[in-house]
């Protein structure tokens, strides 16, 4: 057959895979891209079905050393056993409810990280960087950070050589944590990782910061330093502390502003009831019943005020107990008599 002929009757089977392939990849691509997404989400659903599995075995347990003491008293009654293999069994018991209530808080812990997974899934759109693998790596690489201070510079080295000292238990104790991470993590952010191997890593990365701490604090407290180095080093620390002196700064400028019109407002009915009163003029007269002259003197009113009188007897001495005189009754108001 010719080939020219062949090409032209097949040649959709090319195009056809060629398609095939195309979606293929993109689907498989779109695949592994949800996944890395979603890799903190299946973890913690992996962690909270262990944390089931520990639960019904811890209720087990429970149930078995319910029996074994019930037979201990039993033993016990039949003077088989001596009074210290019942102390022994309800010792037994009282562990296991202790294990269920650990194993139940445990649950609980997880299904709350299961929600926060759920919670912090990337977008469709986001950036490498922000996917957990990525952001558990930039953790791990935070700690070895901090670490390698201690390492490289030489007045940290002097002043807390409890870090470098393989003696200590809690440095060889994060040395063993850190080797241990270090052999979980991946070569790169993007690399394919199951649930399982995601939640080892992320454990190992946990444990290991709580080591650091650990290891950091006894290191200063050797040293005489403290409990450790300030929080205000931490850049974290830094922004919420930016933040919280931003806002500050806001509500105090926002009180400022609000007693300034307060304020003005007060002024202002203040000088209302000024003009309503009186009106001064340029020269300094106030025209409010009496006129007051440029040099402050005041001059004769028009006519007396009614009260003129009254606050003449108030200006008056005060007189002897014994010299009072006892007013004489009568209907009208009458003012007594000196």
Avoid: C
Wanted: charged share 25%; proline share 6%; aromatic share 4%.
């Amino acid at each position: 057959m010719d080939p020219f002929t062949v090409i032209a009757e097949f040649w959709w089977i090319g195009a056809s895979a060629a398609g095939a392939g195309t979606i293929g990849w993109f689907g498989l691509r779109h695949q592994r891209t949800k996944g890395s997404r979603r890799l903190a989400l299946h973890a913690a659903r992996h962690e909270l079905r262990e944390a089931r599995d520990v639960v019904t075995a811890s209720r087990v347990e429970v149930r078995v050393a319910r029996a074994e003491l019930a037979r201990a008293h039993a033993d016990r009654a039949a003077d088989r056993v001596p009074a210290s293999e019942v102390t022994l069994a309800r010792q037994r018991l009282q562990q296991a409810q202790r294990e269920v209530r650990a194993a139940h808080a445990e649950i609980r812990l997880r299904r709350i990280q299961v929600s926060a997974a759920r919670a912090t899934i990337p977008r469709a759109k986001a950036t490498p960087d922000t996917l957990p693998l990525a952001r558990l790596m930039a953790a791990h690489t935070a700690i070895d950070a901090r670490w390698l201070e201690y390492e490289t510079d030489p007045a940290k080295r002097i002043a807390f050589p409890a870090m470098s000292d393989v003696r200590q238990p809690s440095t060889a104790a994060y040395l063993a944590a850190r080797a241990e991470a270090s052999r979980l993590r991946p070569p790169t952010a993007v690399t394919r990782m199951t649930p399982v191997e995601f939640a080892q890593y992320r454990a190992a990365v946990e444990h290991l910061g709580k080591l650091f701490e650990r290891a950091e604090r006894e290191a200063w407290r050797a040293a005489g330093a403290g409990d450790g180095p300030s929080r205000q080093d931490d850049p974290h620390w830094a922004d919420l502390a930016q933040s919280v002196a931003q806002t500050v700064i806001a509500r105090g400028t926002e009180a400022i502003a609000r007693v300034a019109e307060s304020n003005a407002r007060n002024r202002e009915r203040a000088g209302g009831r000024t003009d309503a009163g009186g009106r001064t003029d340029a020269g300094g007269r106030t025209n409010a019943g009496g006129r007051t002259d440029a040099t402050g003197t005041a001059s004769r009113t028009d006519s007396a005020s009614p009260g003129s009188a009254a606050d003449a007897n108030d200006n008056r001495p005060p007189q002897p107990r014994g010299a009072s005189v006892w007013p004489v009754p009568s209907r009208g108001a009458r003012r007594p008599q000196d």
